[in-house]
């Protein structure tokens, strides 16, 4: 009987020691863990982005920027919203000297592509711009149309479109950028297209 005992005891001394070392390992590997990368701050790139893409090529075409106030839709648009429903990949051939940057930008589109984002008037531009909401952007549409009322027309005749940009998708290290934009001035005035830029010497280009 008290051989049992002691047998039992030293079973029971086993178990809590094995418990103790396990634990004692698993605080020291918790300790000894790396730091999450730390993320980072997409906007202040992003907002850089879309103010040297503005005005978009088909309103410098049409030589807006002289002495015009720019219209920009406060939100952006997604997947949902363009139209054809084209992938950046699929009108775009990535750099051969970064073929990679390209890739992972175009990944981080596909992850993101139903997102928006609502924009604040951060946007450095060298011209007065005005931020229209969805309900601004359907009274501008309206005011392009032949059924027009006077009212609409006077409030946004001094723009010569709207422009309207996607969020800014990024590669891991953000030096490499996909963007849509679109530049609308009425129902058969219209340009889309993606944008591949890429950060050098701390440049967007």
């Not at 590669?171 to 830029?197: F, H, K, M, P, R």
Request: charge should be negative.
């Amino acid at each position: 009987m008290p051989i049992r005992q002691i047998n039992r005891w030293n079973l029971n001394h086993q178990i809590l020691l094995c418990l103790t070392v396990t634990a004692s390992v698993a605080l020291a590997a918790g300790q000894t863990k790396p730091p999450a990368p730390v993320v980072p701050d997409r906007l202040p790139d992003s907002y850089l982005i879309y103010a040297m893409l503005m005005p978009g090529q088909l309103f410098e075409d049409m030589g807006s920027g002289q002495g015009q106030a720019w219209a920009i839709g406060k939100t952006t648009v997604n997947e949902d919203d363009m139209d054809p429903k084209l992938a950046p990949d699929a009108t775009l051939q990535p750099p051969d000297d970064n073929a990679n940057g390209f890739k992972e930008a175009v990944n981080d589109y596909h992850q993101r592509k139903k997102e928006r984002l609502v924009l604040t008037r951060r946007l450095q531009l060298s011209q007065p711009y005005v931020l229209l909401g969805p309900n601004d952007v359907e009274q501008f549409k309206a005011s392009r149309s032949v059924e027009s009322n006077s009212e609409l027309q006077s409030k946004y005749g001094n723009y010569v479109g709207i422009t309207f940009f996607s969020e800014v998708y990024f590669n891991i290290a953000q030096t490499s950028a996909l963007v849509y934009i679109l530049d609308w001035c009425g129902n058969l005035c219209s340009q889309a297209e993606w944008i591949y830029l890429e950060k050098r010497d701390g440049v967007w280009v």
